[in-house]
C-alpha cells in the first residue's frame, strides 16, 4: 500500500505562490497516476490537477491551468504542485492521491492547509 504525506502549505497573501509537495512511500508510484485535490469548508472535494507515468497532466479548471503547474519526480517519488497567482478561493485543504491504473484513487495523503488571505 502506498502512504502519501504532503508538505509546503501556509499562509499566503492573494497574488503570492506556494508549492506544494507528495511523498510516497510503500510502494514506488512511477507508474502510478497521481493527483491533487482539495477541499475547502462546506464545499465539496474538487479535482486540481493529476500527472500519468507518461507526464501527461491535465487541471481542473482553466483558472487552475493557467496559474497550477503539477509535476513529478519518478526518482524520489514525488509529485509536486506549484501554485502561482494564488487567490483567495483558493483556500483550502489539499491533498495528493495516488491510483494504480486502471483503477481508481485509493491511497491519500492527510492534506495540507493553504490559506490565501486578501
Known amino acids: 500500500q502506498v502512504q502519501l504525506i504532503e508538505s509546503g502549505g501556509g499562509l499566503v497573501q492573494a497574488g503570492g505562490s506556494l508549492r506544494l509537495s507528495c511523498t510516497a512511500s510503500?510502494?514506488?508510484?512511477?507508474?502510478?497516476?497521481l493527483a491533487w485535490f482539495r477541499r475547502a469548508p462546506v464545499r465539496e472535494r474538487e479535482f486540481v490537477a493529476s500527472?500519468?507515468?507518461?507526464?501527461?497532466?491535465?487541471y481542473g479548471t482553466r483558472s487552475m491551468e493557467s496559474r497550477f503547474s503539477i509535476s513529478r519526480d519518478n526518482a524520489n517519488n514525488a509529485i509536486y504542485l506549484q501554485m502561482n497567482n494564488l487567490k483567495p478561493e483558493d483556500t483550502a485543504m489539499y491533498y495528493c492521491?495516488?491510483?494504480?491504473?486502471?483503477?481508481?484513487?485509493?491511497?491519500w495523503g492527510q492534506g495540507t492547509q493553504v490559506t490565501v488571505s486578501s
Open positions: 492521491a495516488a491510483a494504480r491504473p486502471p483503477m481508481a484513487y485509493a491511497s
Open positions: 510503500g510502494r514506488t508510484v512511477s507508474n502510478y497516476r
Open positions: 500527472i500519468d507515468y507518461t507526464g501527461a497532466s491535465t
